[in-house]
């Protein structure tokens, strides 16, 4: 997996809030900045506003789907976000420090991380890295970022995220199967739901796409809920 993976474009502003379960002004505000209470405030996500909404990079999804975790969930103030992503930004020498492997790597990494997390004057129920015992650990936020990536630890860069909150869930958002779509044994999830939707056995659905009766079951219980939040 080549590192350019984490520069390709992969989704328009408002596919990427549908597959984040974000707001689109909320992506579009961590993505490009705006004015809040008569102040400009410039982007969390990418370094510059790019101006208008240009396609989402597979980077910046991967780093929204932390803010998302973080803000939206957790509630952490957004000062304190945008002082730790810069810190981290200047600390990796990338423009996406949280879409790579390397900040959690090892110890030393994490050192650099808490470093961070300090001068952003993170509140600790916050902090991605906390000491247990003389050593650094991932807390439990942090820990589910990692776990919800499946990680190209040769290139340092994400090669799938699990968009389902359940962490038994085998369904997967690959940026080079289905166009970056939810997908399950390298179908798109919607289809298998469309189908058992329409009234077609599951066992012949999964008969039918060569996947198994599980995969069947979590691409319906993940389209269910995501058709539900729409409704």
């Not at 996500?45 to 101006?51: A, C, D």
């Not at 050192?111 to 952003?120: D, G, I, K, R, W």
Request: with cysteine.
């Amino acid at each position: 997996m080549a590192i350019s993976v984490l520069e390709r474009e992969m989704y328009s502003e408002a596919e990427a809030a549908r597959l984040l379960r974000l707001p689109p002004s909320t992506l579009n505000y961590w993505l490009e900045g705006g004015r809040r209470g008569g102040k400009i405030y410039q982007p969390i996500i990418r370094e510059q506003p790019r101006g208008g909404h240009p396609p989402v990079t597979w980077s910046e999804f991967i780093e929204a789907s932390w803010m998302r975790q973080y803000r939206r969930i957790d509630n952490v103030p957004m000062a304190e976000l945008r002082v730790f992503i810069t810190r981290l930004r200047e600390r990796y020498g990338v423009p996406y420090p949280l879409a790579h492997f390397r900040a959690f790597a090892n110890q030393g990494q994490l050192v650099l991380m808490q470093e961070a997390q300090t001068t952003a004057g993170l509140d600790p129920d916050f902090c991605l890295v906390a000491e247990v015992s003389g050593q650094l650990v991932l807390t439990p936020p942090a820990d589910a970022y990692v776990r919800r990536i499946e990680w190209d630890e040769e290139h340092d860069a994400p090669m799938a995220w699990r968009p389902h909150d359940d962490p038994d869930s085998p369904v997967r958002i690959y940026p080079d199967i289905r166009f970056g779509r939810p997908s399950v044994g390298g179908i798109s999830t919607d289809v298998l739901w469309e189908q058992v939707d329409d009234g077609a056995d599951p066992n012949e659905v999964a008969n039918d796409y060569g996947v198994t009766i599980r995969d069947v079951q979590w691409a319906v219980s993940y389209e269910t809920a995501a058709h539900a939040r729409v409704a």
